[in-house]
């Protein structure tokens, strides 16, 4: 029997404390293999961090051996073409075209808050994505890709209330721009240009789109057809209506959404066709963060256009992570050098110095952490961010003021 579990690193480890019977996912997927002589069990998931920290050798005579990926792991080489992590958090160019920081919205909807909570406004931010998100979806029109998907995401809560009210936000917001554009968009370039709306619009594109290989007028012309197609969906498990690219497809047209959810949108859900993210929340697990990020995928044409929104805190812990998925695939690629079994072969995951953590704690509890030597011998590092505390910043430079008079008096002496 071959078994294949997708996202294997969700509901499918063991919870429960060594001393506890498994959880029922994690004791029905072994009791399953055990009935068989021959059985394979094949994992797959974007962030198995949780996978290599099972134990190797916990085996119950009932249920069998736990899932301890023991016999194989392999690491799939994103394609060129891929619009993943190290594309959007690692690479100089692609990251500072993509990625915007979120600093203007504690006021309006603050990290923490209650499902009671009332939102007054939208953030600038929200404002100027949606509006990115208008100007990509015209620009898109007009590389001959109207018959494709077009979405927005907005994850700022895992409340259901917040996220009625943001709709409602988003909705007026949308009206009112566009009202102004229906109105003026025709008008001549002196005219329409009086109208707010319309000219944030242009200033967006000229800072943003500029080097599309589209002008303006162009897109502006564009613009009443792209609102006025534009649905907002909430997604969650209460909603009415649900978000259905299939449905759209089966009747030969495509969805231009904005997509507004919390939990729902953070795990396994594909946004079809997404061009812009806003995501404010504040989990500090490596692989709940990384889930969250759906617009890694494939953006074939469009993905000099997409854009995604983070806090600046947000950014530093994701490009963490993607080093640290990185350093991982790397000792993979040493273990299959070498001819080990995961079983014989001590995989790492690197901690964060600060605040986060790997998984959740219960996936962990037979981990175990240690200190390495890590050689920097033949590479180039080089970093702009320094801690915020001052202590470890007086640290540091004690450190290399040590470091530079000792070798400072070995050249001396040589």
Known sequence: MLLIDDEADNASINTSKPENDPTKTNEKIRKLLKLFNRSCYVGYTATPFANIFISPDSNEEMIGEDLFPKNFIYSLDAPANYFGPQKVFLEDESSQRALKVIDDAEDCMPFSHRKTDEIIDLPGSVKEAIMIFILAKGIRILRKQSDKHCSMLINVSRFVDIQRQIKEHVSFFLSSVNEAVRYNYAMPPDIA????YLLDLKNIFEKEYSQCGKTWLNVQKELPNVIENIRIFLVNSKAEEKLDYYAYEKAGESLTAIAIG??????????????????????????????????????????????????????????????????????????HREDYRPVDFGLYVRAHPDTLIVTALNKMRLAERRT?????????????????SERKNTANLSIMRNFYNDVSLDLIME
Request: charged share 25%; aromatic share 12%.
């Open 262 to 335: 919390g939990l729902s949108l953070s795990r396994g859900l594909t946004i079809e066709g997404l061009v812009v993210s806003y995501l404010y929340r504040n989990t500090k697990m490596y692989d709940t963060l990384m889930q969250m990020g759906r617009w890694f995928g494939y953006r074939p044409g469009y993905e000099d256009l997409c854009r995604i929104y983070l806090s600046d805190e947000s950014q530093g812990w994701y490009a963490h992570i993607a080093e640290a998925t990185d350093e991982l695939q790397q000792q993979i690629r040493l273990m």
């Open 193 to 196: 240009m009086k109208t707010q």
């Open 372 to 388: 390495m030597s890590i050689s920097y011998d033949g590479k180039l590092k080089e970093t702009h961010i320094l801690p915020e």
